[in-house]
């Protein structure tokens, strides 16, 4: 087993030798979904990206609890990065998940401090009495939340955390990226900086780490899976915590992550069939039929099998079901649609393949 020691304290130990195939897993198929990324178009690249993280950040918000709606993060991530005239209206914690976003792909080689924390936390949540506040001097002292140990001890804890997050690569105290990133997620989580919303902070260092840590900078949407599972993501979170033995939690994260890599990798090859698809169509379909194709390509591998149906998708995009059961009936002798009847009423589906992730478990990577 193995501890941390100075500057890494509270104390965890973990189990190298239990977690070496679950790295090498990881390294693997991250190293595929780089691959993936090369077989994409430039724009193809850039909208799967943008996916990528909407999903991603609405997912973190969901965990906590909180609602957010992916239309509108998306605008406040367009508008952050110069791609739209205006935020569509986003709320201030819509604005501050989509900042936090572009902050993790864009800002992983720099030292994680105690001040970038408090910004991510008073954007995301800005009511909160913990955070960043303006004082008479104009400057945001540090204010930290006391969670089942003084204000001092706390203090200490993170400065710690925080000193060993930055470690140099060769550091006897620096493990690999995937324990690395499992252990600040955990380790923060431990500490509790704030009275809300160190969830999304420990979630946005450890997707942070591994975009650092990988050889490529890869972003690996984590928060999708911890959502999908998100009681027991909880549970073995609070058990690490109390338990102070992380190897079961990382031995779960690492099955998270490699879960993660092979959802992103799917996403991508659904979007080089719907480019091929949309392609091999190009000067046979028509405005309105290419709409409803790129509907059910939005619904992105994990909506697939639900198909639309004509009156589902007339009364949603506004337009009379006579016209959109002649289109589909049109893409479906193209080729471009399969029909199906369920529950007496007949549903269209993408005539692709269906990229299924499977659900990776703890005993699929020790």
Wanted: aromatic content about 6%; proline content about 4%.
């Amino acid at each position: 087993m193995r501890p941390l020691t100075e500057p890494a304290a509270p104390t965890f130990i973990w189990n190298d030798s239990q977690l070496l195939r679950a790295e090498w897993l990881f390294l693997a198929e991250s190293a595929l979904v780089s691959g993936k990324v090369r077989h994409l178009a430039a724009v193809d690249q850039g909208e799967v990206m943008m996916e990528t993280l909407v999903r991603d950040a609405v997912a973190s918000l969901e965990i906590e609890g909180d609602v957010a709606d992916s239309q509108r993060v998306e605008a406040g991530i367009r508008h952050r990065l110069g791609l739209a005239m205006d935020d569509a209206g986003a709320d201030r914690q819509e604005l501050g998940i989509a900042k936090l976003a572009i902050d993790i792909i864009q800002t992983y080689e720099k030292r994680l401090d105690r001040r970038t924390l408090a910004t991510w936390q008073s954007r995301i949540y800005a009511d909160d009495e913990a955070g960043v506040e303006a004082d008479g001097a104009g400057k945001k002292p540090w204010k930290m939340a006391v969670n089942n140990h003084n204000a001092a001890s706390g203090e200490r804890d993170l400065k710690r955390f925080l000193a060993w997050l930055a470690l140099d690569n060769g550091h006897q105290d620096r493990p690999s990226p995937l324990v690395r990133a499992g252990l600040a997620h955990l380790w923060l989580e431990s500490i509790q900086p704030f009275p809300r919303g160190t969830g999304v902070l420990g979630r946005a260092v450890a997707e942070q780490a591994l975009i650092h840590d990988l050889p490529n900078h890869m972003f690996i949407p984590l928060n999708q899976v911890f959502l999908k599972y998100r009681h027991e993501y909880h549970n073995r979170l609070d058990d690490a915590c109390r338990d102070r033995d992380a190897t079961e939690w990382l031995a779960w994260f690492a099955a998270a992550a490699v879960e993660a890599c092979r959802l992103a990798r799917a996403r991508m090859e659904f979007a080089i069939n719907q480019a091929q698809l949309l392609e091999s169509l190009r000067d046979s379909i028509c405005g309105r039929q290419e709409a409803i194709l790129t509907h059910l390509f939005n619904q992105g591998p994990e909506g697939f099998p639900r198909g639309v149906s004509p009156s589902g998708f007339a009364r949603e995009h506004d337009r009379p079901i006579s016209d959109v059961s002649r289109d589909m009936t049109a893409l479906a002798h193209k080729g471009a649609l399969v029909r199906s009847v369920r529950g007496g009423r007949m549903r269209y589906h993408l005539n692709v393949p269906n990229p299924r992730v499977a659900r990776v478990r703890t005993e699929d990577v020790l």
